[in-house]
T-cell receptor
């Protein structure tokens, strides 16, 4: 089993819809759960992250972690065409050293105007 | 503006050629990374360096080598390029103790 599993999509939804993007992971040592957004022909950029379980909200974006089921979610409310991008989940261990630098494969999201 | 730059941005080469991809950063970060991105496979770590004297293999280091010439420079070499090394290559940096990574714009490499 890979450390991080993410459906690559593509996921196509109409503008204004609520989007749910998800990852599962296998390593219980992960404590930080990061989401990167990658526009076409660009490098990934950090969108938001959470520490341990729970929710974190930032504008239209909500990151959610359920450590008991090893399930990570990113919700986008009132989706916009500018949200069209690839979203990569990236769980990380706490502490220093080799940071378990694993990314999910990324989900390609398309918001239709 | 503080930035991560990669050169070249695009490169087409032939099987067996030696290729070097270069990364420079002005963020003052100690940690630098090389990834490759392939459709359906996502981002995979090739090598990483936590400071100038520290080099570590990542998930897919075979066929690649790196050089950390200075804190700000980290180069990736393909000694003898092969077609399955055709991919998008990203350099990234991070500060010690900070988990956010900052990515360069990528180098699209095609090996014929």
């Amino acid at each position: 089993q890979k450390e991080v599993e993410q459906d690559p999509g593509p996921l196509s939804v109409p503008e204004g819809a609520i989007v749910s993007l998800n990852c599962t992971y296998s390593n219980s040592a992960f404590q930080y759960f990061m989401w990167y957004r990658q526009y076409s022909r660009k490098g990934p950029e950090l969108l938001m992250y959470t520490y341990s379980s729970g929710n974190k909200e930032d504008g239209r974006f909500t990151a959610q972690v359920d450590k008991s089921s090893k399930y990570i979610s990113l919700f986008i409310r009132d989706s916009q065409p500018s949200d069209s991008a690839t979203y990569l989940c990236a769980p990380r261990r706490s502490g220093g050293g080799a940071d378990g630098l694993t990314f999910g494969k990324g989900t390609h999201l398309i918001i239709q105007p | 503006d503080a930035d991560v730059t990669q050169t070249p941005r695009n490169r087409i080469t032939k099987t067996g050629k030696r290729i070097m991809l270069e990364c420079s950063q002005t963020k003052g970060h100690d940690r630098m990374y090389w990834y490759r991105q392939d459709p359906g496979l996502g981002l995979r770590l090739i090598y990483y360096s936590f400071d100038v004297k520290d080099i570590n293999k990542g998930e897919i280091s075979d066929g690649y080598s790196v050089s950390r010439q200075a804190q700000a420079k980290f180069s990736l070499s393909l000694e003898s390029a092969i077609p399955n090394q055709t991919a998008l290559y990203f350099c990234a940096t991070s500060a010690a103790g900070v988990r956010e990574q900052f990515f360069g714009p990528g180098t699209r490499l095609t090996v014929l």
